[in-house]
């Protein structure tokens, strides 16, 4: 007699196993070159908490890799980058805004570099929602989903 399963258990272990594969390709390595590269200059003034940053940063990397992954499907069909990321714009706000109130969290009042620190927080995240759509493209081309 085999087991009963509902729809969103299913559903479920599908979106699980969907994100394990489209982790393969990304690294620690790779995510910590680009904090560097993004927030090389918010970085400075908080090295002894260096480790703390570079790890939330990294979470956030990851929500959004897995966000432009789950819309590489789209993309295989035929869908354009730019059209895909529209649909996923609300949640990608949301991100976007969580980290930026993470990095908030670390400056005074007076030095607060806003304007630019949120240029820096929607350029990572974009870069990553655009790392996991073209790689989930190319698993689909190469039939690797």
Same mark, same amino acid.
């Given at each position: 007699?085999?087991?009963?399963?509902?729809?969103?258990?299913?559903?479920?272990?599908?979106?699980?196993?969907?994100?394990?594969?489209?982790?393969?390709?990304?690294?620690?390595?790779?995510?910590?070159?680009?904090?560097?590269?993004?927030?090389?200059?918010?970085?400075?003034?908080?090295?002894?908490?260096?480790?703390?940053?570079?790890?939330?940063?990294?979470?956030?990397?990851? =929500?959004?890799?897995?966000?432009?992954?789950?819309?590489?499907?789209?993309?295989?069909?035929?869908?354009?980058? =730019?059209?895909?990321?529209?649909?996923?714009?609300?949640?990608?706000?949301?991100?976007?805004?969580?980290?930026?109130?993470?990095?908030?969290? @670390?400056?005074?009042?007076?030095?607060?570099?806003?304007?630019?620190?949120?240029?820096?927080? =929607?350029?990572?995240?974009?870069? @990553?929602?655009? =790392?996991?759509?073209?790689?989930?493209?190319?698993?689909?081309?190469?039939?690797?989903?």
């Amino acid at each position: 007699m085999g087991t009963v399963m509902s729809f969103h258990e299913k559903y479920r272990h599908k979106q699980l196993d969907f994100e394990k594969k489209a982790l393969r390709d990304l690294t620690v390595s790779d995510i910590d070159k680009r904090i560097e590269e993004h927030f090389a200059f918010f970085l400075h003034p908080y090295a002894p908490y260096r480790q703390t940053i570079f790890d939330m940063c990294q979470d956030y990397a990851i =929500e959004a890799y897995l966000l432009g992954s789950s819309y590489g499907r789209f993309g295989y069909y035929g869908e354009p980058a =730019e059209v895909a990321y529209m649909r996923s714009e609300a949640r990608m706000k949301n991100l976007v805004n969580d980290l930026f109130d993470f990095w908030l969290f @670390w400056f005074d009042a007076d030095d607060l570099p806003s304007e630019s620190l949120l240029k820096a927080c =929607e350029a990572y995240m974009a870069y @990553w929602w655009k =790392e996991g759509f073209e790689h989930t493209v190319r698993r689909y081309r190469l039939r690797m989903h």
